[in-house]
């Protein structure tokens, strides 16, 4: 599975948009871009997963790039509870194992 | 309520002591997965199954066994457990592989 960069950490003002940007720049063609978010040692809560097109569901919103290389996951109106570490994992169909390989991922912290 | 739920949530124990942390979900789902998740390594796979009597190792597995005898249980076994297996688990299912996976809630489990 390709390899995924993401930034560290990021702010965001409670009620605005978090747009969260993450680097794949070797995902392959059977390759999916998943994100999860974790709320302080909790179980990992998957978000919204796409391969080329843009998707969106009653969480948040998936804008990947035309070359496929990276993403941005957005969330429209972020809340206090928004607060968490968001994970941007890139997985092929022929993981049999269904490992999904967690990086360092985005610390995001929504403030008042 | 759709679901995965694992026991203890919190356990503290003796090295060599053999233990069971239990998982189930009530989802009717092929794939079911451990995870270990520790300080500055995320999240590990230790197990998983993709149906009833099919398991196969992850990234981790040295020191755990797993048995997938119903659908709904998966669960993973410690037989002599060392100090360095002290650790958040995790386990997970999803309908097919290539779908979201749901997480428990995670049993902190210390070993002295």
């Known amino acids: 599975d390709a390899k995924t960069t993401q930034p560290t950490s990021m702010d965001c003002a409670e009620g605005r948009a978090a747009n969260l940007p993450c680097n794949h720049s070797t995902i392959s063609g059977n390759e999916y871009v998943y994100w999860y978010r974790q709320i302080h040692s909790q179980g990992p809560q998957y978000i919204i997963h796409g391969l080329k097109n843009n998707e969106t569901n009653e969480m948040a919103s998936l804008i990947i790039t035309e070359d496929r290389k990276s993403s941005t996951l957005i969330l429209p109106h972020a809340t206090l509870r928004d607060t968490a570490v968001y994970y941007c994992i890139v997985r092929g169909t022929n993981n049999a194992g269904n490992m999904l390989t967690f990086g360092g991922g985005t610390r995001l912290m929504v403030k008042p | 309520e759709a679901q995965v739920t694992q026991n203890p949530r919190y356990l503290i124990t003796v090295t060599g002591k053999k233990l069971t942390v239990t998982c189930s979900q009530n989802m009717n789902h092929e794939y079911m997965s451990w995870y270990r998740q520790d300080p500055g390594l995320g999240l590990r796979q230790i197990y998983y199954?993709?149906?009833?009597?099919?398991?196969d190792k992850g990234d981790v597995p040295e020191g755990y066994k797993v048995s997938r005898k119903e659908k709904r249980n998966f669960p993973l076994i410690l037989e002599s457990p060392s100090p360095n297996q002290t650790s958040l688990y995790f386990c997970?299912?999803?309908?097919?592989?290539?779908?979201?996976?749901?997480f428990g809630p995670g049993t902190r489990l210390t070993v002295l």
């Open positions: 997970a299912s999803s309908e097919l592989f290539i779908y979201e996976q749901f």
């Open positions: 199954s993709m149906n009833v009597e099919v398991t």
